[in-house]
């Protein structure tokens, strides 16, 4: 070892210069191989930093490859940076030596050997970061560049989600898989997916969440969509608390639907993809209007806006509410100007008293839309009570910087009836930690894997 840190001085030092060129060759080579001797003995080692590693060294390989191909790719920044680094794994030859660093390793590694004999499981084999550490049991779902597979985990048994990244398609996977992973990280939320471990190989990254049972869709279809009420108002709730904590870390979730939003037995609800979130931490940065699902998209970006803020989430939580009350999606346009022409024959065509500054918009003046007088909320959501209507239409707002906000709407009237501890529960509290929280039984439930009473199982969600 200390030839190799010799080596590695002299390299630093600027006296290589002074090597023949076949020597220089021989000592590069020699650090090389030490490297990956140093990489492969490294992952037969328990990790602690798990994610925030496997992520900078991805970032630094990608990087890597991108310089070979002189492409002018993307390039990432080190977003493991700032945490600790893995320690320095020591060679096996070494432990004979009676140095406090080999005696402790020598100690470490007896103990870890005794548990894996046990288990009959070795982390040479598995471990953190490793994709032989989960089995794949069947495929939940599958899109453009990841398909989404329900897994277990071979060092605890339990069920996880594998979403996993095919890297052959260059533009923009990984770069959302890299979105999404820095995000993740560090939202640590009761109602917020869970992100246990990361894996890149060659060809995929596998991202390994908490294992959910469903989301909102399939449970509004599992009770006929039309859900109980007071379940409404509990759903609506975590969305909205899960939200709040993301704005508050300056995250835009940009990709608010039923099908992002998870639930499991116990009747806790996730938000879940965080693929196409964004970090907004300057008020004026332009991002992209080609963002949320298009049923649940708000006017402003449909109409070319590239400049918001947390609004652009709230108007998809008046969506997903009213779908929720009624049973169906608020507007299921296929296009954009259908999109729009059912905003408007519903909440009425927009004018200068009701959205400032829209007769001006060059691509609102090219559609020629009808004028519209805006329709009563109620006859179209009759179950909604005079709070919940107050509550929807502060969400449906064509101004975007006046639509209520995550933290005041978590604080509006409607949700009284849920009384006063929810309000003041931890980020890492699940409400139904709360004994007086318990979902009711829907009227139109066909029979799933919830259950209605409330009382249900919490079944383990670490890996």
């Not at 490859?65 to 790719?73: A, P």
């Not at 709360?434 to 249900?456: C, H, M, N, V, W």
Request: charged share 25%; glycine share 8%.
């Amino acid at each position: 070892m200390e030839r190799f840190a010799r080596l590695g001085d002299v390299r630093r030092s600027g006296f290589a210069g002074n090597l023949g060129p076949c020597r220089l060759a021989a000592a590069q080579d020699t650090m090389n191989k030490m490297k990956n001797f140093k990489r492969r003995f490294s992952l037969s080692v328990p990790r602690t930093e798990t994610i925030e590693e496997s992520l900078a060294e991805f970032t630094e390989q990608f990087n890597q490859l991108n310089n070979k191909k002189n492409e002018g790719h993307l390039q990432l920044g080190h977003l493991g940076r700032g945490f600790r680094a893995e320690p320095t794994s020591i060679s096996p030859s070494e432990v004979e030596g009676q140095s406090p660093k080999a005696v402790r390793y020598r100690r470490n590694n007896q103990r870890r050997f005794s548990m894996e004999a046990s288990t009959g499981c070795f982390r040479s084999d598995i471990g953190f970061g490793k994709l032989e550490t989960y089995v794949k049991l069947e495929k939940l779902g599958e899109g453009t560049y990841a398909t989404v597979f329900k897994g277990r985990s071979k060092l605890t048994g339990n069920l996880v989600a594998l979403k996993e990244i095919r890297l052959e398609h260059e533009e923009g996977a990984p770069c959302t898989a890299i979105r999404e992973v820095s995000l993740l990280k560090n939202l640590k939320h009761a109602n917020i997916v869970t992100l246990h471990d990361f894996i890149h190989t060659e060809r995929s990254l596998t991202l390994v969440f908490e294992y959910l049972d469903s989301d909102l869709k399939q449970y509004l279809d599992n009770c006929g969509n039309l859900m109980n009420m007071h379940n409404v108002k509990i759903f609506l709730f975590q969305l909205l608390r899960g939200l709040s904590y993301c704005h508050k870390s300056k995250i835009l979730h940009r990709d608010l639907k039923p099908q992002n939003l998870l639930i499991n037995e116990r009747g806790e609800l996730k938000l879940a993809d965080f693929g196409l979130a964004r970090a907004k931490s300057i008020p004026t940065k332009t991002y992209s209007n080609e963002v949320v699902t298009l049923w649940y998209r708000p006017p402003d970006v449909l109409l070319g806006s590239t400049v918001y803020s947390t609004p652009i989430d709230m108007w998809g939580v008046g969506c997903i509410h009213y779908e929720m009350v009624t049973g169906r999606p608020m507007f299921p346009g296929s296009t954009v100007k259908e999109e729009l022409h059912l905003i408007f024959k519903l909440l009425g065509t927009p004018t200068e008293d009701s959205w400032p500054g829209i007769t001006s918009n060059e691509e609102f003046k090219g559609y020629h839309f009808t004028r519209y007088q805006a329709q009563p909320l109620k006859n179209h959501a009759p179950r909604l009570d005079t709070e919940g209507i107050d509550l929807l239409m502060s969400l449906l707002l064509y101004e975007a910087k006046c639509r209520i906000s995550a933290e005041e709407a978590l604080r509006h009237p409607y949700f009284k009836a849920l009384g006063d501890r929810v309000q003041l529960l931890p980020d890492n509290a699940s409400i139904f930690s709360l004994k007086e929280i318990q979902l009711q039984k829907d009227p139109g439930y066909r029979g799933s894997a919830f259950q209605q009473s409330g009382r249900t199982l919490q079944r383990g969600t670490e890996p």
